[in-house]
């Protein structure tokens, strides 16, 4: 099955940096997701994106669907160690099975 | 809201031996299912979807099947695992994409290990 590219792979960072990542894909999607997973569990929700070029935070979070509606990126800004975790970007083009295509991940590491 | 519960939590089972994980989702009706396999260190891959009772698409060639014997029930199984069947294993229900209110869960997944 298809997977979106995702970069970077892994990133160590220092407490309080700001954190870029970012999701390609060679399909269009309508809908972009950002995704959360902690160690054993499934991924969690962070910000879902409608419509090209849109930009949207949910606190710290910052995310951007691309104008070609091929791309998307997740900023994170001053980050904390409770950002530990791998971030998945997804990609969704509605219709009667609205499947979701994930990135390849980024696991995120935070130094105090 | 959807809830979504999936069991067992964690399973060890033998090479050749059969499988069967079992996904029920409340809080909505006639969802589409969805069962996605995560190997360690990788992103989720779709192996099958739902859109009906009886109505299973696989994505992916594989020594798994699914079926949807009602309307909240999503059951994943195998006659005989492979090694290569390890993994952590995820239901959910199709996303519910509205502006102000948007759900997109997850069940609590199955790290499956087979020895």
């Known amino acids: 099955g298809q997977q979106l590219n995702q970069s970077p792979q892994s990133m160590f960072i220092q407490e309080g940096e700001d954190v870029s990542m970012n999701c390609t894909s060679s399909s269009i999607f309508n809908t972009w997701l950002w995704y959360k997973q902690d160690p054993g569990e499934g991924p969690v929700l962070l910000i879902a994106?409608?419509?090209?070029?849109e930009l949207t935070s949910n606190g710290r979070l910052t995310a951007q669907f691309g104008i070609t509606r091929k791309d998307s990126f997740l900023n994170i800004s001053a980050s904390i160690p409770s950002d530990v975790g791998i971030y998945f970007c997804?990609?969704?083009?509605?219709?009667?099975?609205?499947?979701?295509?994930f990135g390849t991940g980024t696991r995120l590491q935070v130094t105090l | 809201s959807q809830t979504i519960h999936q069991w067992p939590a964690t399973l060890v089972q033998p090479v050749g031996s059969p499988l069967s994980l079992e996904c029920t989702v409340e809080?909505?009706?006639?969802?589409?299912l969805y069962w996605y396999r995560q190997a360690a260190g990788r992103g989720l891959q779709l192996l099958f979807y739902?859109?009906?009772?009886?109505?299973i698409s696989s994505e992916v060639p594989q020594n798994l099947s699914a079926s949807r014997p009602q309307d909240r029930q999503f059951i994943l199984s195998s006659k005989k695992l492979l090694l290569s069947d390890s993994g952590f294993y995820l239901c959910?229900?199709?996303?519910?994409?509205?502006?102000?209110?948007?759900?997109?869960?997850f069940g609590q997944g199955t790290r499956l290990t087979v020895v």
């Open positions: 994106l409608y419509k090209a070029g």
């Open positions: 959910a229900p199709a996303p519910r994409l509205l502006r102000d209110e948007t759900e997109a869960f």
């Open positions: 809080g909505t009706s006639n969802p589409n």
């Open positions: 997804a990609g969704l083009y509605t219709g009667t099975a609205s499947k979701l295509t």
């Open positions: 739902s859109v009906g009772i009886g109505q």
